[in-house]
Every structure is written in structure tokens, then in C-alpha cells.
């Protein structure tokens, strides 16, 4: 991958150069109800075909794609979309200073310092997601990058390098796989978003009688006045469940009207991607509503919440130490079992059903921190050590009940962030030496003995043929990746298709075991691209971007025989396809299941005065009849 072209004046990005950071949590008005024909009337025949903009890939034949609503298969003029210069030193954060109270949060009661994922001013230059789909770049390269969202979110720029993976053990018998910690409801349906659950075992999706979908419903993104997160999205089998402003809301997966709302306190700052077996999780939340003149809270509350009843079933904060009156700050949260793991101020857990504090991270006078756990089927933490210029990082499996670490494994020295992709099987992503160079947060994947701490292999990922990302102040937040078969599954890079404009990808594997690749290859389809969402017992669910004139498809992968079967296969109709590809898909979750497809953003801002007239949604949601 290369690196981006030079910002905009008077608009560089802010903060570090790394995986992509997450912005302040912010809160925004209540969802309307959504309407009767979501999308509006679709118009009875096709618009004009203008003649496609020159360069690209190769010139589209004379009928070219429609200009409005450019899709991810349509070319583009250099410069769409992208500022223009290069990431500023670091890990997100400032030049040569360590970060602040709180583990990227501000000090009690004074705005969030700048360069650990937080603003120090209102964006200048409003982020807005990339709008269309699947096609032939200006740009000769695929890179992708986000640079720190909350002041300058830099768009994707690609690093089309062609993939051809190698045979490996691929004729061998494949592993009856341990699962993920990525999974959505310990086996639910849903995914994290990121690495899936399951792997080995029985597929749960069914082809749906007619894999043609129609819109379910769509939520209309609220206005805000600056960066605001609304991460958090849930799909139980009764309701899709969705962060709002200053409340959960949870709706009917068919047609989108509220089943029942929960008040917090304040904004939600973390949600868990995982749920209890019967539908429960967790989530961090502001001490109070942000106002005119407030405009940061704290994010101290612990919550668990019943995702069936919309019940919070208790929250709490607690103190940074027994000598302090201080509450302690979270930014993170994950949940294994009943056990709550919530990670800023050093730490700290709780039981899923009653509250009860069960553990703190044991404090150190050598300057030792819990930095952030991950959940799932197990439970583990990232470990950090040493000083800020010269940190070490351990990855430890944990006793959830405990806190007690069950075995340890040093990472390379000089290394500032590692993201555990999944805690059964211990899989863990980081970027050595800073030599991905495409903000990914990936360079090297290492697979771990949870039992005794060994290393059983380290996988090279090149940053040039492989797409899975990871934020790098977020240990649990690698995404378009998945775990299961005891193989990890990666999308590579966009590259050229066959035919004259498009650009595809394919989604290929390593074996943890071995660290070699296998022969495992799905291909998306000319100018179609794709990465996975999760696994569905030893498949994996996959969903395709589609191109200036399809609908996007979710597919599932037979683990053993790489065979795809087409699930859903959304309208191709421009209104609706323009709705579908407004999200861009790093900053977007996606959860699939029983035949829905719920599209979410993760953060939305200020719209441009140039888009005033266009249709944001906060969630696009699609159903297989």
C-alpha cells in the first residue's frame, strides 16, 4: 500500500499515523419513525447513461455507468474524496508526548488532550463517508487509511496488488476449529463486525426461499453540530438493537418500528460486540447529557443491559483507587461469560447479572497496566509495560472469574499497540516496526497457546495484498477478518479485474497451526469486493460491495469447499444502491442474520452545506423474501 496524497490547506490530519482511531463519544437527537416507502419511488426506466469520465482502468464500454451516486465499481477523478497529505508521526499520539489520564480520555472535568482519538477542536472540514460502490480507481494504488477520525478521517486509498494465494497444506484435512472471540452472542447470529465466531460445527443460516431482497427499513441519520459516536449495534431474534442519542433503542427486525427505548444518563462511549446466550452485554456511558456549553463528559458509567427486555439491568462507576476519590474512566468493554471486562483507568470487572465487582488489575510499580481486554469464548488482555518511548507489550489469557493470568507472551519489544483478534483461538494482530505503512494496524498475526504462552506461529500479512484493519488504541477492534477452522481468513487487496473497468478482490487463508497459506480462495466477482463478517458454525458469512449498477450480496463460504452460495442479493436500483453504499465500510457494522442485513454507521458529523440535500442514514437495513 502507499502513502496518501499531500491534505488540503489549512486541513492536515491531526494525531498519529496508525490504525484508525476512534473519535470523543457524543450523543445525538432521537431516530423518526422511519417512513412508509423508505427510498422514495424508484423511477420506472433508467437514467440517461452519460459518457464515463477518461483514465481509470480502462475505459468503460459506451454506456456507462450513471455520473450521480457513483458506485464501488465506477471510475473516479483523481482526488475524490481524498485530502491530500501524510499522517503525522506516531500512534495517535501527540509529537513526542505521552498520553494522558484515562487512556485517551481527558483529565476530570477538562477536555480530552489532543492525539489519542479525540479532538481539540470541532472539525473543520466535517468527515462524510465515501458514497457509491465497486470500480476502477484513478489511483494506481488500493491503500487503505483512516487517519484519526475525530479531526481529519482520511478516506480509503487503495493498494491494488494482485494475490494469487499459495498451495500450503490446502489438500490437507481441514481442522475442527476453535471459535473466535469475535462472535455476536457467544454463537449467536450477528458477528462482531470483525473477526466471526464459530468454526466447525453446524451452519446456522438457511437460503432464504428468494435470495432477492427489498429494503426492511432505514433510519434517517440526526443532524449534529460535531463528531458524534454511535457504536454499538446488536441482532437478537427478536430486535436489531442500536445505539441512539443518549439511549438504546431497540426496533422490529422487519419493520423498523421501536420495540422499546433506554434511557442513559449520558451518551454511550464503548459497547461490547458480544452478548450473553441470552441476549445481554455491555456497554460504557457518559456521566451526563453534553450541553451547549459542556460539551465533554466522562465516561464512568458501567452498564449491562438486557437486549430482550431494553432493561438496564444495573450501572455503576468506581474510583480509580482506594486513595482517590476519582472515578475511573473507560474506553473500552468486552464481556466473556458473565464476566465484564471494562478497560481505561487500569481496569476493572464485573458480574454480568448482579454488578458485583469481581477483579482489578494488580498495580505495579513498575509502571505495568492492563491497556484493554477482549471477549468471547475466553478472556484475555493486552499488557503494557516499560515507558512510552520504549513500551512491552504481553498478551495474557485470563481467568474471567479471576482476573488471574492463565499464561503470558511477550511481544516483540518497542511495539505500541497490539489488537487480539480472537481469544479462542488466541489470535493477535499487530503492526512491527511500523512497516504495514497503510494505517492498517497490521503487518504480523500471532498465533498463541492460550494454555501455556507459547508461540505456535507468526503470519507475515503484507500490507500491500491483504485488507483487514485494526484501531490501534482499541485492543478488541480489528475488522473484515475472521476466525475459524483453525484458519484465519483475510480479504486481499483491490486489484484489476478481467474486463475493461472494475476492481475485484478475493477472501483467501492462513493456517494458525502452521502459519502457511492454504489454497482457500473465493473470488467476489468481476467489479465486486468483499471481506468477511463472521463465521456461521465452519462457514463463513462474506459481504460483497457491489458496483455502480448492482445491489450488494451476502454470500456464505463453505469452510471446506470454498464453494459460495448467495444469500441475500440487495436491489440494484439506484436510490436504494446509493443508500446502501453511503456507509463506508470502516466505519460502518454490519450484522446478518435469519435473512437481514442491518447497515449501521459507528460515527456520523456536521453535514457539508454541498450534501445538505442528500439522504444520510443512520442505519439501512435489507430482507430476503
Request: hydrophobic share 30%; proline share 10%; charged share 20%.
Amino acid at each position: 500500500m502507499t502513502q496518501p496524497p499531500q491534505p488540503p490547506p489549512n486541513d492536515p490530519p491531526q494525531g498519529g499515523f496508525g490504525a484508525p482511531q476512534d473519535p470523543p463519544p457524543g450523543g445525538f437527537g432521537a431516530p423518526t419513525p422511519p417512513p412508509a416507502d423508505p427510498f422514495g419511488k424508484q423511477p420506472a426506466t433508467p437514467p440517461a447513461q452519460p459518457t464515463p469520465p477518461p483514465g481509470g482502468y480502462g475505459s468503460p464500454p459506451s454506456a456507462g455507468p450513471p455520473q450521480q451516486q457513483p458506485g464501488y465499481g465506477y471510475p473516479q477523478q483523481p482526488g475524490y474524496g481524498f485530502p491530500q497529505g501524510q499522517p503525522q508521526q506516531g500512534y495517535g499520539f501527540p509529537q513526542g508526548q505521552p498520553p494522558q489520564q484515562g487512556y485517551g480520555y481527558p483529565q476530570q472535568g477538562q477536555p480530552p488532550q489532543q492525539g489519542y482519538g479525540y479532538p481539540t477542536t470541532p472539525m473543520q472540514q466535517p468527515y462524510q463517508p465515501p458514497q457509491g460502490g465497486n470500480g476502477p480507481k484513478k489511483f494506481s494504488t488500493q491503500a487503505r487509511i483512516i487517519v484519526a477520525a475525530a479531526v481529519a478521517v482520511v478516506l480509503i486509498v487503495g493498494a491494488g496488488v494482485w494475490y494469487s494465494s499459495g498451495g500450503g497444506d490446502g489438500d490437507k484435512k481441514k481442522n475442527e476449529a476453535s471459535t473466535s472471540s469475535g462472535t455476536n452472542g457467544e454463537g449467536k447470529d450477528g458477528g462482531s463486525g470483525g473477526s466471526g465466531g464459530g468454526g466447525g460445527g453446524e451452519a446456522k443460516e438457511k437460503v432464504p426461499a428468494n435470495t432477492k431482497s427489498a429494503v426492511a427499513f432505514q433510519l434517517p441519520q440526526p443532524k449534529v453540530s460535531d463528531v458524534t459516536m454511535v457504536t454499538g449495534s446488536w441482532l437478537t431474534d427478536k430486535a436489531y438493537v442500536k445505539t441512539g442519542v443518549n439511549e438504546i433503542v431497540g426496533y422490529d427486525l422487519a419493520k423498523g418500528t421501536r420495540l422499546w427505548s433506554l434511557p442513559l444518563a449520558g451518551q454511550v462511549c464503548a459497547a461490547s460486540p458480544h452478548m450473553s446466550k441470552d441476549f445481554k452485554t455491555a456497554v460504557v456511558f457518559e456521566n451526563g447529557k453534553r450541553t451547549a456549553t459542556t460539551k465533554y463528559r466522562n465516561c464512568t458509567q458501567v452498564g449491562a443491559i438486557d437486549l430482550d427486555t431494553g432493561k438496564l439491568m444495573w450501572s455503576k462507576s468506581v474510583t480509580v483507587s482506594t486513595s482517590s476519590d476519582d472515578a475511573a474512566l473507560f474506553d473500552q468493554i468486552t464481556l466473556s461469560g458473565t464476566t465484564i471486562a471494562a478497560g481505561g483507568d487500569g481496569g476493572a470487572a464485573f458480574d454480568l447479572n448482579t454488578g458485583a465487582e469481581l477483579w482489578r488489575p494488580k498495580v505495579s510499580t513498575d509502571g505495568c497496566y492492563d491497556g484493554g481486554y477482549a471477549g468471547g469464548e475466553a478472556l484475555a488482555v493486552v499488557r503494557r509495560c516499560g515507558t512510552y518511548e520504549d513500551p512491552q507489550l504481553t498478551i495474557q489469557a485470563l481467568n474471567p472469574r479471576t482476573g488471574s493470568p492463565v499464561s503470558s507472551y511477550k511481544m516483540p519489544a518497542g511495539l505500541g499497540y497490539a489488537n487480539i483478534v480472537s481469544t479462542k483461538p488466541l489470535v493477535v494482530a499487530a503492526d512491527i516496526g511500523d512497516t504495514a505503512g497503510d494505517g492498517s494496524g497490521i503487518s504480523d498475526f500471532f498465533s498463541i497457546d492460550a494454555a501455556t504462552g507459547k508461540l505456535l506461529v507468526r503470519i507475515p500479512a503484507d500490507a500491500d495484498k491483504y485488507a483487514a484493519s485494526c484501531r490501534s488504541t482499541k485492543v478488541e477492534s480489528c475488522q473484515h477478518l475472521a476466525i475459524g477452522n483453525n484458519r484465519l481468513y483475510l480479504p486481499t487487496e483491490e486489484h484489476e479485474g478481467t474486463g475493461d473497468y472494475g476492481d475485484t478482490n478475493e477472501i483467501v487463508s492462513f493456517d494458525l497451526a502452521t502459519g502457511k497459506p492454504t489454497s482457500d480462495r473465493a473470488d467476489a466477482g468481476e467489479r465486486y469486493t468483499m471481506f468477511p463478517l463472521r463465521m456461521d458454525g465452519g462457514n463463513i458469512i462474506a459481504y460483497k460491495e457491489p458496483p455502480y449498477d448492482k445491489g450488494g450480496q451476502v454470500v456464505s463460504i463453505d469452510g471446506s469447499t470454498f464453494k459460495q452460495t448467495v444469500l441475500m442479493e440487495n436491489p440494484s436500483d439506484e436510490s436504494v444502491r446509493a443508500a446502501e453504499t453511503s456507509f463506508s465500510a470502516e466505519y460502518a457494522e454490519y450484522r446478518y442474520g435469519n435473512g437481514g442485513l442491518y447497515i449501521s454507521d459507528t460515527l456520523i458529523n456536521k453535514p457539508r452545506e454541498s450534501s445538505l440535500n442528500d439522504k444520510d442514514y443512520l442505519v439501512v437495513s435489507f430482507r430476503a423474501n
